[in-house]
């Protein structure tokens, strides 16, 4: 494809349940980030790759979350034991080493 | 986690008028980036600044990169209906190879 995809668009869990939300960069990029997106607010980091290497997860909000990039392609962004207020936007972008980011369309994620 | 100052938070103008909004930080940032947000869609780069002082145009868009490395506007001309939509202002150390830090978004609408 084109662009960045990402999967689920939508994902509704039960607080305590585990959820992983698929990230597919632009072919060939080798940077990529994860942020998280409160409503009404602005997208913040919570992670960044450069291929498979966790270079900075700086911002991810508690050892609940988890993310990973084990061929340098695809990532998965994990949590654990969702709550309430990990309910959020989750967006994916991808970069050449030192170009823009383009973003995906995100993940909306709504826990009960 | 840090978030850069925009205003206004929203804006209702008529078709045709100019629009202008800005952004502040406490941080000195190299890059300025400024993204368009439809809902259900991720943020779509407008434009990318560079260097302190530049003033880039794209079409009925014009952003500069403030003196201060501190700050940066974006002016819309002649707004059209499908201009409505958030946009977000955001600094980078190092353009697409690290992470962003947003601002909180404005809201435009446009009336016909």
């Known amino acids: 494809g084109a662009g960045v995809s990402q999967s689920p668009r939508y994902k509704v869990a039960k607080r305590g349940q585990d959820v992983a939300l698929r990230c597919d960069p632009i072919s060939g990029h080798v940077s990529l980030f994860w942020y998280q997106q409160a409503l009404g607010q602005g997208p913040e980091f919570l992670t960044y790759f450069q291929n498979e290497a966790q270079l900075d997860k700086s911002g991810l909000p508690s050892d609940r979350f988890f993310a990973e990039r084990p061929e340098g392609s695809v990532s998965t962004l994990k949590i654990q034991r969702t709550q309430q207020e990990d309910s959020a936007v989750y967006l994916c972008?991808?970069?050449?080493?030192?170009?823009?980011?383009?973003f995906g369309p995100g993940t909306r994620l709504t826990v009960l | 986690g840090q978030q850069l100052n925009q205003s206004p938070q929203s804006m209702f103008i008529q078709e045709g008028e100019d629009v202008s909004m800005n952004c502040t930080s406490s941080?000195?940032?190299?890059?300025w980036l400024w993204y368009k947000q439809d809902p259900g869609e991720g943020p779509v780069l407008l434009i990318a600044l560079y260097k302190a002082g530049e003033l880039t145009s794209n079409g009925r868009l014009t952003a500069q990169f403030g003196i201060t490395r501190k700050d940066s506007f974006l002016n819309i001309s002649a707004s059209i209906p499908s201009d409505v939509g958030i946009y977000f202002c955001a600094g980078s150390f190092q353009g697409g190879s690290e992470k962003l830090v947003f601002g909180k978004g404005m809201k435009l609408t446009v009336n016909p």
């Open positions: 972008a991808s970069s050449l080493n030192t170009d823009t980011q383009y």
């Open positions: 941080s000195i940032f190299n890059t």
